[in-house]
């Protein structure tokens, strides 16, 4: 781990995992579109897949010397957004952003066997446990369904880029429809790389049309607080209620997941049990934790017998 991420080397190879910068030295994979992940300069060959590839570049960043395919370097699904990959090379997988359950158009990721594993542990602590989708679904169609009978219009909040699209595609039958312009412009481009998502207007568009006055209706949103003027906006004029979507929902320990009027556990990430599972499932002789409980999931899997370390920042020369 350094500055720069992570960085795998063993004599000629070098890889660079999810780089802030592109480096000309060796092979640079960029797991996913999330600008956690996205690297913010170009300087050399960046392995990544055509839908990243896509998204990033509406994001703002451009690759150069991009390809999505090389000798010796397997692209697996991560499940996690659309184009989301894991990097399987030498024995060695890197997960990238996981997440092992089927949601909507997004299907669980796949699993292969390993001697290194480097996976992130966003949800490692056992407070994490998600619920089904189809209970997920089930719950809040409900919700839709009572706020509807009473004419009271519902906002549905999740991050722009990912969540957005599972919910779009989960809820998006609730008529009529409306998308906040920035989940338009994403779902646009989703519906351009093949996903089936209801086109709609964007909230701009139909507020200059007098048709949001037209109660109810529900609207998908990208995550924002009470505060947000966007919000207090639609509160105000119209009695709209929020329901956000968020794998931090039902934490104690973390309120921010539960700044909407109604919070709902969907995460884009595996639950404490899914990553335990998914370790399991490589075989790892050696697992590297980074992203989130790194400690906490690092030494409950020693309790389970693996070789298990948070990876952390140091000097280039002694990593992986
Ligand atoms: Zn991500
Ligand atoms: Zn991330």
């Known amino acids: 781990m350094t500055k720069n991420g992570i960085v795998y080397k063993k004599n000629s190879t070098q890889v660079y995992l999810d780089p802030k910068s592109v480096v000309s030295n060796g092979v640079n994979f960029i797991s996913h579109a999330h600008s956690d992940h996205l690297p913010s300069k170009n300087g050399g060959k960046i392995l990544s897949s055509m839908e990243t590839n896509e998204i990033a570049y509406v994001r703002g960043f451009k690759m150069e010397n991009f390809v999505d395919k090389m000798d010796n370097f397997s692209l697996i699904d991560s499940g996690h957004i659309l184009g989301a990959k894991g990097l399987l090379f030498e024995d060695v997988f890197y997960t990238g952003d996981i997440c092992t359950r089927d949601r909507a158009f997004l299907k669980a990721a796949v699993i292969p066997k390993c001697k290194t594993l480097i996976t992130e542990c966003t949800f490692g602590s056992p407070e994490f446990v998600f619920p089904k989708i189809d209970e997920i679904k089930s719950k809040v169609n409900e919700i839709i369904s009572g706020?509807?009978?009473?004419?009271i219009p519902v906002i549905l909040l999740g991050y722009q880029l990912g969540k957005s699209q599972t919910i779009s595609s989960l809820f998006g039958h609730w008529k009529p429809l409306y998308y906040h312009d920035s989940v338009k412009k994403m779902n646009d481009l989703h519906r351009k790389l093949g996903v089936n998502l209801e086109e709609v207007l964007g909230?701009?568009?139909?507020?200059?049309?007098g048709l949001l006055a037209k109660k109810p209706w529900v609207m998908i949103a990208p995550m924002m607080t009470q505060k947000?003027?966007?919000i207090k906006h639609m509160k105000e004029k119209y009695g709209a209620i929020t329901i956000g979507f968020s794998g931090w929902a039902k934490s104690l320990r973390f309120a921010f997941g539960r700044r909407s009027d109604y919070s709902i556990p969907l995460s884009d990430h595996c639950d404490f049990n899914e990553l335990v599972e998914l370790v399991q499932k490589t075989e790892a002789e050696k697992v590297y934790t980074i992203h989130g409980f790194v400690d906490e999931f690092a030494s409950?899997?020693?309790k389970l017998?693996?070789?298990?370390q948070p990876l952390r920042e140091q000097s280039l020369d002694d990593y992986v």
């Open 147 to 151: 706020l509807y009978s009473k004419g």
């Open 228 to 230: 947000n003027q966007f």
């Open 305 to 308: 017998g693996f070789d298990a």
């Open 300 to 302: 409950h899997l020693n």
């Open 203 to 209: 909230h701009s568009e139909a507020e200059a049309n």
